[in-house]
């Protein structure tokens, strides 16, 4: 086991090693001129994310913990409702199924300060979440295309932490990005595009209240979909760094967004398929919850942890995905 | 126009002006007749008409002018009170195109006599170009009892929709406040003269009881599309040679007169009948209050119409259904509605600043597509409108002052209304222009423009005060309906049904600055906010615990006399204390223990003419171990406190719960500051203190240290919390992965 000799060693977990091919999905064997879909890639993510359980559980520690810093204070606040436990009249309280405006009222009265305390704590936790994210995208895109089979939470925090100031700068690149997509759908574009269906292009001028109703709508529609796109070439000059072990984030969001266009169901289905699983996931844990008709405590472990995999199945998927057309 | 006057005669003859069982009702006839005749033009905003006023003087001292509220000025331009009280509150808005009122000619017709009159408008302090009140001096007095007869030729162009009236740019036109009226000359600190204020940014309106006799000329594209507060005369609209239609329209006993025309609404008719709304457990209670049978109390019957727009078709029943609750409701509780005709107005999508009005006879309502029906829309806001009709229009309070005396009155039984009629209002979430039902257990901080915290949420980037470098902002991310529904879950993370419960939910005003007393004038209230409190939450809050405290049927007799008596009159809060006190006398809150007579006098001047706040708090429970029964059995000494936190002083109701699950409830005059009571071999151990178990003190400022309990139980926390975290792990983790 000496490291000055590692041809001694036993490797028993390492991919085959060529570093002349591209890398292919899990599992998937090298057919010329055929690239596998997005559920094969998809699959053998998940399987990836799943056979670590270690990292897991350690990501689903901060979403266990951070939470608690809204929570805690909203609880202990809770204590006075005890007593309120009808209305006036006498009709008993059936928190949480059935609940009373009244009593949300009369608690914010009595907690002027704290709840509202307790939800400005919550911005810099996203803040934090957003930045800790990078480090998890890392940890998953480096396990996936790692050529050895590394199970350890310090490899993935290995490859997290190298990949974070890297990532650090796409994530910066994003802002604007973020701005604009904001600035089409909400700023001058999106007002001349109203006004061509609406008296100044406000839907208060409108003869009908159902054209401003659609384009309200189907603005959402088309900002949810910039801002996926966005999040999916983010994501996708991240894998293109890993890859290469590049450290150019620039050049980086260049070379994903050429990848997109070249890739652009393949990429679009990747990402799709993986919110779509994730979306089931959750709607599914709902439905059973709701079907057993049990209480509301155990999601809080069941959404986090399921939403865990999904995201580390899509970031692994993604990077297989980009290093498979990385040729 | 002069064969219109006799018209009404001839209509009374034939019964066809009031509905059935409601000529008793009306107690006086008007002195004071408008006769207009009116042409719409072309560009269906600019109004043409004569005006004959004949007013009689009533009052008991001469006067030498007559006062005109001329509250279309007020949208002419910024120079005006209403826009100029506007700013100083911190509202900018300004019609879009402006309104303008222009009185060509005034005539004086009275005996014989044909002589030009001055038309003054009246400066205000602060404005003095306003002319929202204009004189007119007469060349003789009119004595008490004599009549003047006084003709206008007026041009009035109404504001696009602003502010309760005007028009939108698609064929609609919300015609009130469009002619120049009276005000109402009577006794105001001790002497005769006209209450006639300028149309203000805090205050609505107030005149005489009149009878109108209307022409209403428009063009033919408006025929089957108006409403208006009078009754169409003849068989249908008479056709004019120059494309236009005519309706002769009249109306008696109403101290307004508006009109809407809308060329792509709908026009739709039915008939309200009290027995298909039918409650009996209040039909029992009214006749039992008023000592009649429920035949006697059941309102009678009258014509709905509805205008509404194409696109909200859907919503007809809903509406009508609305009209329907209110009319019997209301008619139950104050007597029957006494017009032939209620016509209910859904505003175009262009002009929906007219929407949520009352006019005599005409009010209107708004909705939105894709609400759920739980949401109340449009029934919340209809109920309150045609609840006007009984509360400012029957009985016609002075709202320049005592706007509580209709809109308190009027919250106060608008959530009644709600509450006997349908299931309670749901709150809740908004998704592809739906809404859902839910509430989210809290809300993310919403950062203002300026705030550099804003980019912890990732909304956004401003740059920093550099002076040298321009300010930049850019907004990152847009929460946006479909936004939220990703990144808070809102099926998973909502508390998933919470219920408004209207009448509890006027509480809310609870939350809001109780400044100034309920007595100040209502015109030189601080702001609008403190409008709202006093003209509307807080007064029904005070009704209902006056209600509470007095028991139902009591109660219900004191605002039946009150409304009867001064129906198609102008009452002061005097006048309303004067029933309270005669039908209130002898009610007392009642325990198992004891019983205390309420004291009114004292509850008017800590509700109305002083301001204080009443509040309650439970102080101590003590089970303390005594030495056993004979028989071996524990006994305890239990010592309860209870403080009063503010000097309104009201008998209450302390409920003192025991370990077996019994109760007994006692009865605290409050005169003191502190009850404290010590209960001495008592069998068990008391587990529970409430004050006022039963909620009738719906002014008390704080429940929630209303009730002590021992041992108590921390269910609702843990649903709270579970809650706020799951909501908190969601919002984390969309955000986690933004960027």
Not at chain 2, 290 to 305: D, Y
Request: charged letters at 20%; one cysteine or more; a negative charge.
């Amino acid at each position: 086991m000496s490291e000055q000799n590692p041809h001694n060693t036993l490797v028993v977990d390492a991919f085959p090693v060529d570093d002349q091919k591209p890398l292919m999905p899990f599992g998937g064997e090298d057919t010329p001129g055929r690239l596998p879909g997005a559920p094969s890639f998809l699959g053998g993510a998940l399987l990836l994310t799943l056979s670590r359980p270690r990292v897991l559980l350690f990501l689903l520690l901060p979403l266990l913990l951070l939470p608690l810093v809204v929570a805690l204070p909203v609880f202990l606040g809770a204590e006075p409702l005890a007593p309120l436990q009808a209305n006036p009249g006498g009709t008993e309280i059936d928190l949480p199924e059935i609940a009373p405006s009244w009593v949300f009222r009369e608690w914010t009265r009595a907690m002027p300060e704290t709840l509202p305390a307790a939800a400005a704590s919550l911005p810099p936790l996203l803040l934090f979440m957003s930045l800790f994210n990078l480090v998890i995208t890392g940890g998953w895109m480096g396990l996936a295309v790692s050529r050895r089979r590394e199970h350890s939470l310090r490899s993935f925090l290995g490859h997290g932490g190298r990949a974070f100031f890297p990532f650090l700068r796409t994530w910066f690149l994003g802002l604007p990005l973020f701005a604009f997509v904001t600035w089409i759908c909400w700023g001058t574009p999106a007002e001349w595009f109203f006004g061509l269906f609406l008296p100044e292009g406000d839907p208060a001028l409108g003869a009908s209240e159902s054209t401003g109703r659609w384009l309200e709508i189907l603005r959402q529609l088309i900002y949810l979909n910039a801002l996926f796109k966005l999040e999916l070439w983010l994501d996708l000059a991240r894998a293109s760094l890993t890859i290469g072990e590049r450290r150019s984030a620039l050049l980086a969001m260049v070379r994903s967004f050429w990848l997109f266009v070249r890739n652009p169901w393949g990429l679009y289905g990747l990402g799709l398929c993986g919110f779509g699983l994730e979306l089931l996931w959750i709607a599914g844990a709902e439905a059973i919850r709701q079907v057993l008709d049990a209480p509301l405590w155990p999601m809080l472990l069941i959404l986090p942890f399921g939403r865990i995999v999904m995201r580390g199945m899509r970031y692994a998927a993604l990077a297989r995905f980009a290093a498979s057309r990385a040729v | 126009m002069r064969h219109m006057a006799v018209l009404p005669v001839v209509l009374l003859l034939l019964g066809c002006l009031t509905p059935k069982g409601s000529a008793q009702e009306a107690v006086a006839a008007a002195d004071l007749q408008y006769e207009i005749d009116v042409r719409l033009e072309e560009d269906g905003r600019t109004i043409q008409a004569d005006l004959v006023v004949r007013w009689t003087n009533t009052g008991k001292a001469p006067t030498s002018e007559l006062h005109w509220h001329v509250y279309n000025n007020a949208w002419s331009g910024p120079q005006s009170l209403w826009l100029q009280e506007a700013r100083r509150h911190g509202d900018q808005s300004q019609p879009k195109v402006v309104g303008d009122t222009q009185v060509e000619q005034v005539r004086l017709l009275t005996q014989g006599e044909d002589q030009p009159l001055d038309w003054n408008y009246q400066s205000q302090p602060g404005a003095p170009l306003d002319r929202t009140v204009a004189i007119t001096p007469l060349p003789r007095s009119v004595a008490p009892g004599e009549t003047v007869q006084v003709a206008l030729r007026f041009t009035a162009a109404l504001p696009q929709a602003f502010r309760r009236s005007g028009w939108g740019p698609h064929g609609y036109l919300h015609a009130v406040q469009w002619y120049p009226k009276l005000g109402v000359f009577e006794q105001l600190d001790g002497n005769w003269q006209w209450n006639c204020e300028p149309y203000r940014y805090l205050t609505e309106f107030y005149a005489d009881f009149a009878t109108y006799e209307v022409r209403l000329t428009v063009p033919e594209r408006y025929r089957d599309h108006l409403v208006a507060t009078g009754s169409f005369l003849g068989e249908g609209p008479q056709d004019n040679a120059d494309g236009t239609v005519t309706y002769e329209t009249f109306a008696e006993q109403v101290h307004d007169y508006a009109w809407t025309v809308d060329s792509n609404a709908l026009l739709m008719e039915r008939e309200f009948h009290a027995e298909n709304y039918r409650d009996e457990q209040q039909e029992a209670l009214m006749a039992r209050a008023l000592g009649k049978t429920e035949e006697e109390v059941r309102p009678s019957s009258t014509r709905m119409i509805l205008l509404i727009q194409p696109e909200h078709e859907g919503l007809a029943d809903r509406y009508f259904d609305a009209v329907g609750k209110a009319l019997y409701y209301y008619g139950l509780w104050y007597g029957s509605y006494p017009y032939p005709t209620i016509s209910c107005v859904d505003p175009a999508n262009d002009a929906r600043q007219t929407g949520g009005m009352e006019y005599p006879r005409l009010i209107t309502g708004g909705a939105r597509l894709g609400r759920l029906a739980t949401t109340m829309s449009p029934e919340g806001v209809t109920v309150h409108e045609l609840g006007h009709q009984f509360w400012y229009g029957l009985v016609g309070n002075d709202e320049f002052r005592h706007a509580w005396l209709d809109e308190g009155f009027n919250t106060y039984s608008t959530a009644r209304v709600l509450e006997a009629g349908w299931p309670p209002e749901l709150e809740t979430w908004s998704v592809f222009g739906r809404e859902v039902a839910g509430r989210l257990p809290m809300t993310l901080p919403s950062y203002g423009e300026g705030e550099l915290r804003s980019v912890l949420d990732l909304t956004r980037w401003e740059s920093p005060d550099l002076r040298w470098v321009p300010a930049l902002s850019y907004e990152l991310r847009h929460r946006h309906d479909l936004e939220r529904l990703f990144a808070e879950l809102p099926p998973i993370t909502a508390f998933p049904r919470v219920e408004k419960m209207r009448v509890t939910d006027n509480r809310r005003v609870m939350d809001h600055d109780w400044t100034e007393p309920l007595q100040k004038p209502t015109m030189d209230l601080l702001n609008s906010s403190m409008r709202r409190v006093n003209a509307y939450r807080r007064p029904a809050l005070t009704l209902e615990t006056m209600g509470r405290l007095m028991g139902e049927e009591r109660w219900a007799r004191v605002l039946y006399r009150y409304h009867q008596t001064w129906r198609f009159r102008h009452p002061q809060p005097q006048d309303f204390l004067d029933i309270l006190l005669a039908e209130a006398q002898g009610a007392e809150v009642i325990g198992t223990e004891e019983r205390v007579a309420i004291d009114w006098q004292s509850f008017w001047k800590h509700a109305y003419l002083d301001n204080d706040r009443l509040g309650f708090s439970v102080h101590h429970l003590r089970n303390v171990p005594a030495p056993a029964a004979e028989d071996g059995s524990a006994r305890f000494t239990v010592y309860a406190g209870i403080r009063r936190v503010s000097d309104f002083a009201v008998p209450v109701p302390i409920r003192i719960t025991w370990d077996d699950g019994s109760s007994t409830t006692h009865v605290w005059d409050a005169k003191t500051w502190t009850w404290d009571q010590r209960f001495a071999d008592a069998p068990m151990r008391a587990v529970r203190l409430d004050i006022d178990p039963e909620r009738l003190l719906m002014l008390e400022d704080d429940w929630l240290d209303n009730s002590l309990q021992l041992d108590g139980d921390d269910r609702i926390s843990w649903d709270m919390g579970i809650q706020v975290m799951l909501w908190a792990q969601q919002v984390l983790q969309y955000y986690g992965g933004a960027g």
